[in-house]
């Protein structure tokens, strides 16, 4: 009976550990890449005004 025991108790900690693991984890990378990308966007968007703009003239 005593490995029963052992197991829940071994399944409940790994679990609480894994969920403060993923907390520590969403925190960390908490946006993350987010101003790449932000660049990247308004480069494509100042590209799309400058063809848009030549098209008028």
Do not use: Q, R
Not at 6 to 15: E, P
């Amino acid at each position: 009976m005593s490995h029963f025991d052992l197991g829940v108790s071994l399944a409940f900690w790994l679990t609480i550990l894994s969920a403060l693991l993923c907390v520590v984890y969403g925190i960390i990378n908490w946006n993350k890449g987010d101003e790449e990308s932000n660049e990247a966007l308004l480069a494509k968007w100042a590209e799309e005004e400058k063809e848009i703009n030549e098209e008028l003239l």
